[in-house]
Structure formats: C-alpha cells, structure tokens
T-cell receptor, first 111, second 116 residues
Framework: GQQLNQSPQSMFIQEGEDVSMNCTSS?????WLWYKQDPGEGPVLLIA?????ELTSNGRLTAQFGITRKDSFLNISASIPSDVGIYFC???????????FGTGTRLTIIP | GAVVSQHPSWVICKSGTSVKIECRSL??????MFWYRQFPKQSLMLMAT?????????EQGVEKDKFLINHASLTLSTLTVTSAHPEDSSFYIC????????????FGEGSRLTVL
C-alpha cells in the first residue's frame, strides 16, 4: 500500500531543543493528521489539519498543512523527555475514513 | 478512557494455529472499523476495512482467506489470522469511527502476535 514519505527517519536531540519533521505525498489529501505512538501502544492523535495553508498549535506542538495539499510539517518546541516516541503523519480525504500513514520519525532525547 | 479496546494485548502461538483478535468500540457504534498491521520499526499499513453486516474490503496484497474479518455487531470486529506462520508476527491495530468534529480516528491499544 501507499506510504507517505516522512523525514527525518530518526532524530537524536537534547532536552530543550526544538524539533521539526515533515511529510510529503505524491497525491493530494484534504486532511492531514499527526500521531504519536509509544512502544506497544496504538497511535494517539496530536493535531488535525483540514485546510490548505492552515497552521495549528497544540501546546508546544505546531503543525502546518502545506498549500499544495501534498505536504505537512510538525514542530515541537522545547522538547521534554516525554516527547520521546515515534511520530507519524497521516493523510486522509474527508468522508473516507481510511488513513495513509507516513513512514514515521523516531525521536530520542539524549540525556 | 479508551474508546476502542483490543483483546488480547499479547498472544504467542505455534505455527499453524489460528489466532483471533477482537476490536470493540466501548461507548459508540461503529459501522466501519479498520485493521492495520505494523511490523517492527515500520509504519502502520492498512490491511482491511471491516464493514458491519457485510464483507470486509481488503487492501491489495492482503490475503482475505488468511486474515478473516468478521464484523457481526456494531461494537465488535474480529480479525482471525488463520494457519499463522512466523512471518505473520506483527503488531495488529484496529481503529474505529471518524469524529467529524475533532477529526479523531480512535485506535485500539494494539495486539502483538508472535508466532513461534
């Protein structure tokens, strides 16, 4: 099945640093979602974006829906230990509940 | 609390046996549920769409005779991995509903299958 290209694949940062990751697609989506997955658990929604160009924040997280509708990015400011995990982007088209997931970005915080 | 629940969380079985995984919506009715598979260090890949009262829709490359899906009620979908083999070892995750206000698709906790 299709997967969205997500980069970087892995990130090793120090606590307090800002993080940026992005997701690109060869096809258009009218909804972009960002999830975080902790080991052995299902994904948890962080931010949902519904409009091209939209910039949405959720606490220290900010995500943008690319104007072309083929990309999105997620920023995390002032990272903390509980930010560790795998972040997935997902694209969907409203009215169709099927999600296409990105390849994931594994975030590790170095002590 | 969780709105979608999966059972079992962990299962270990011998090669050749069949394993059933349940996905329940706890406080809502779900006419549609989705089954994903996630291999270690990989993303979630949609396997099939489970439709209440009708046949499941499988994604390309997913064997419908091997991964039997039953959605007999509005709160329960089951995935049965038949004649499991070690290569079927994976993390299986279901999801249900699409909250059109918040945009949230609720995921189960996942079921880790290990086939010996």
């Amino acid at each position: 099945g299709q997967q969205l290209n997500q980069s970087p694949q892995s990130m090793f940062i120090q606590e307090g640093e800002d993080v940026s990751m992005n997701c690109t697609s060869s096809s258009i989506f009218n909804t972009w979602l960002w999830y975080k997955q902790d080991p052995g658990e299902g994904p948890v929604l962080l931010i949902a974006l519904y409009k091209a160009g939209e910039l949405t924040s959720n606490g220290r997280l900010t995500a943008q829906f690319g104007i072309t509708r083929k990309d999105s990015f997620l920023n995390i400011s002032a990272s903390i230990p509980s930010d560790v995990g795998i972040y997935f982007c997902a694209g969907a088209n409203f009215g169709n509940e099927k999600l296409t997931f990105g390849t994931g970005t594994r975030l590790t915080i170095i002590p | 609390g969780a709105v979608v629940s999966q059972h079992p969380s962990w299962v270990i079985c011998k090669s050749g046996t069949s394993v059933k995984i349940e996905c329940r919506s706890l406080d809502f009715q779900a006419t549609t549920m989705f089954w994903y598979r996630q291999f270690p260090k990989q993303s979630l890949m949609l396997m099939a769409t489970s439709n209440e009262g009708s046949k499941a829709t499988y994604e390309q490359g997913v064997e419908k005779d091997k991964f039997l899906i039953n959605h007999a009620s509005l709160t329960l979908s089951t995935l049965t991995v038949t004649s499991a083999h070690p290569e079927d070892s994976s993390f299986y995750i279901c999801s249900a509903t699409w909250d059109r206000v918040t945009g949230e698709l609720f995921f189960g906790e996942g079921s880790r299958l290990t086939v010996l």
